[in-house]
């Protein structure tokens, strides 16, 4: 396979798998001559083996619910397209992610009901069934101090008019403008309050996950290819083949492309393959996602639910203490107290995503995981976990 070909394949996979929840739940059906049933119970169907405190709101078939005690309640229905549900600081509501499959995404603001608000984004423009990728790919909003918006945009994307170049190039930056913004591609494009916060390794998947920190920064997952030319990498990855890409999470990007030092400080190293990362409310620990790595390739049927300190004011992160291993967890979430976790994996014999529940995710010797939900298949992006 041709470099540029190939390059252009890994983005293909490596966009739909980080915009679409990473699918990881599909790797342990990938490796196995056992074929899953499918998830046959809606959310609103299914039992609730544990009540949480508070509601957690999640992402499932393209809805959205929210979970109370043992009850879940429909706030848009599936095959709508919904994913990546945020908190907008302040109890105000909720941002969410809308998928036209194919063609791009979109970012909305929703009442606590689920009702649409307003429309954040507009990416729709003139796009056939064979051009996935020629409209814009907005994902993983987050909320800053002051009602900072920030997202992983897929703009630049290559020259549209030269069909070599378009359209599948489609790597993730992050972008900062404040809450209510209009965010479209002319906005994008000529800097109308809209400002580049990191600038993507080509043909990787780029730059996602932004994490705002309260007194300033901003943590990030950084994907780059760890073959040949090391890149950015902070350290080479040794044994890593041709077409390997890893994540690291990194601190205080700098929007220059292809500038030593411009994807900012590293936490984490390539041969922990960090990502999916969650700041505890007092910004003191970090649960991550990292994926064991074995003579420079990551893991396909394993991913570790992680925790680490973390410290603000240094940017210094501490042991990586592997709390959860042996299975394909995602997408982990702090409770509002900071002490426990909420985080996404199959159970024993499945390949489908539930939410599991550990308690005292820093301080137990031993810590344990208890199922919450049961027949449901549900997407990877992280739930909300509100009081």
Known sequence: MSRPRRLLTWTLILVLMAAFGVGVN??????STTAFAPATKKPTQ?????????TVYFADGGGLFALTGTHITQLQAEGGGWTQPVLIPGGG??????????????????????????????????????????????YYPAV?????????????????????????????????????????????????????????NYYTGGDVS??????????????????????????????????????QIRLDPKPRYNVAGSDGTALTQ?????????????????????????????????????????????????????????TMAASPT???DGTDLIYLAPEAGDGYFELWYVKDATTSLAPHAKQVTTDLDLDGSAAVWTS
Not at 46 to 54: E, I, Q, S
Not at 172 to 198: C, K, M, P, Y
């Open 26 to 31: 599909r790797y342990l059906a990938i490796g």
């Open 93 to 138: 509501g909720l941002l969410a992610v809308k998928v036209t499959a194919n063609y791009y995404s979109d970012l909305y603001e929703l009442n606590r009901s689920g009702r649409v608000e307003a429309q954040l984004s507009h990416d729709s423009g003139k796009v056939t069934a064979t051009e996935l990728g020629a409209d814009d790919w907005l």
């Open 210 to 247: 932004p994490v705002p920190l309260v007194g300033g920064g901003l943590l990030y997952v950084d994907y780059e290819e760890a073959y040949g030319d090391t890149g950015q990498l902070s350290t080479p990855l040794a044994g890593a083949a041709e077409s390997t890409v890893v994540s």
């Open 334 to 336: 702090w409770s509002t």
């Open 270 to 326: 390539p041969q922990d393959d960090c990502a999916q990362p969650a700041l505890n409310p007092d910004e003191t620990e970090i649960a991550m996602i990292c994926t064991p790595v074995a003579n420079g390739t990551p893991s396909s049927t394993e991913s570790d639910l992680v925790v680490a300190s973390f410290d603000a004011a240094t940017g210094t992160l501490g042991p990586l203490d592997r709390i959860i291993t042996g």
């Open 144 to 200: 800053g101090p002051g009602n900072t918006l920030y997202f992983s945009y897929d703009w630049p994307k290559g020259n549209v008019g030269d069909p070599a170049q378009c359209c599948y190039q489609v790597d993730f930056s992050i972008w900062e403008t404040t809450l209510g913004a209009d965010i479209t591609r002319a906005n994008v494009q000529h800097a109308a309050g809209i400002t580049q916060q990191s600038w993507a």
């Open 46 to 54: 299914t039992n609730v083996r544990l009540a949480l405190p508070g």
